[in-house]
């Protein structure tokens, strides 16, 4: 981790100038420390984005799993719903249905690698 004793001795000048000064200058005080911690902080995290440039990625979803058993979970009562007000024809519809959904979601994952 790097030296933070700069950054001490910033706050401190800051708080001398603050007692010498008066209230008067305090919004002033302020904004310039808070300017240079802005800077700091930047230069730390530049500093550790450099570090690790090709630091992997997680993935941002769950893959597959979500949708496959939201599809079972949907798909017992649409299975029931679909049979009983329209027959095979509408069990036919709905299960379809269903596989579109998740050909449409893993061709939208594999898409994205």
Do not use: C
């Not at 933070?4 to 919004?27: K, M």
């Not at 420390?33 to 700091?40: E, I, P, S, V, Y």
């Not at 995290?45 to 939201?70: C, F, N, Y």
């Amino acid at each position: 981790m790097q030296d933070i004793r700069p950054l001490r001795e910033d706050l401190q000048a800051t708080l001398d100038a603050h007692r010498d000064l008066g209230p008067a200058y305090e919004a002033a005080l302020v904004e310039s420390f808070m300017a240079r911690l802005d800077a700091t902080i930047a230069a730390r995290v530049q500093a550790e984005l450099d570090a690790h440039p090709g630091a992997p990625r997680k993935p941002t979803s769950g893959g597959m799993a979500p949708i496959a058993l939201g599809s079972l979970a949907l798909g017992v009562p649409l299975t029931a719903i679909a049979a009983s007000h329209a027959g095979t024809t509408g069990l036919l519809i709905a299960w379809l249905a269903i596989i579109a959904v998740n050909v449409a979601a893993a061709a939208t994952m594999l898409h994205r690698r």
